[in-house]
C-alpha cells in the first residue's frame, strides 16, 4: 500500500473516531516543509545527504483536552547531487556528469500529549509509525561518452530504485489560534530512514503551514 492510499484510510478512520466525541476539535492541515536528510559517511560516499523543499497534508483531532491524534502524508521533495569528472580518452577530454537524485514520502499516524501555553496557542508532543518510500534514480552521461558502438546502441545511463520501510517518527507541534476556525500551525518531525544496502541516516522536517477547525 503506497503511503497516499495509507493516509487517505488513516483520515477516514480519525474522522471516525472524533465523531462519537462531539464537540472535540478536528483539524484539516496543509503546510510547507524543508526536509534535511544526513547520512554518516562509509568507505563510500551515500551521496543521500541534502535538503529539500516539500509540503504535508494531514488531519488531527483532541479527545479528552490532552490527548491528541493524528495522520499525515508528506512529499519531501527530491534531493539531488551532480558530479562532474574530467577524462581523457584517447586525446580528447570528456566531462563525465552524473546525477543522483532522491524523492521521499510519508504516510504517519501519530498520538501523544496536548496542553495549551495560553488561551490561543497550543502545544503536542507527538509519536507514531510511519509509512516511507524513498526513490532512488542515478543518471550519467557517461554511457554515451565513453562507450563505442554496438554497445552504445543499448546502454543507458538511468536507473532507478525504490524502497519502502516501516518505522518510528516523532516531533512536536504549536498551533496558534487566528480566528475562530483558521489557526496557523508550525513544527518538526524526525525519523531514521534505512536504505539497503546498508545506509542509515535521519531526516528532520520543520514545517509551517494553516489548519482548519471543523
Not at 53 to 59: E, I, Q, R, S, V
Not at 106 to 126: C, E, I, K, N
Not at 149 to 168: E, K, R, T, Y
Not at 177 to 198: E, F, M, S, V, W
Request: glycine fraction near 10%; charged fraction near 15%; aromatic fraction near 6%.
Amino acid at each position: 500500500m503506497t503511503p497516499p492510499s495509507s493516509i487517505l484510510m488513516a483520515v477516514a478512520l480519525v474522522t471516525c473516531m472524533a465523531a462519537p466525541a462531539g464537540a472535540q476539535n478536528l483539524m484539516l492541515s496543509g503546510s510547507v516543509q524543508r526536509d534535511t536528510q544526513r547520512f554518516p559517511e562509509g568507505d563510500a560516499p551515500t551521496r543521500l545527504d541534502g535538503s529539500a523543499t516539500g509540503w504535508l497534508a494531514g488531519a488531527d483531532v483532541r479527545l479528552r483536552n490532552h490527548l491528541a491524534l493524528a495522520v499525515e502524508v508528506s512529499d519531501a521533495g527530491t534531493i539531488e547531487d551532480v558530479r562532474t569528472t574530467s577524462l581523457d580518452i584517447e586525446g580528447r577530454t570528456a566531462v563525465i556528469t552524473s546525477t543522483f537524485r532522491h524523492h521521499t514520502t510519508t504516510a504517519a499516524a501519530l498520538g501523544g500529549y496536548s496542553h495549551l501555553l495560553s488561551s490561543r496557542v497550543r502545544v503536542a508532543y507527538l509519536g507514531g509509525v510511519s509509512l516511507t518510500q524513498v526513490k532512488r534514480e542515478f543518471a550519467s552521461n557517461a554511457p554515451g561518452l565513453v562507450l563505442v558502438g554496438p554497445s552504445d546502441l543499448s546502454a543507458s545511463g538511468l536507473s532507478a530504485l525504490v524502497d519502502q520501510f516501516w518505522g518510528m517518527t516523532g516531533g512536536v507541534d504549536a498551533v496558534v489560534r487566528i480566528r475562530r476556525r483558521l489557526h496557523a500551525a508550525a513544527g518538526l518531525r524526525a525519523q531514521r530512514i534505512t536504505l539497503p544496502p546498508d545506509n542509515s541516516g535521519w531526516s528532520v522536517r520543520t514545517f509551517v503551514g494553516v489548519r482548519w477547525e471543523l
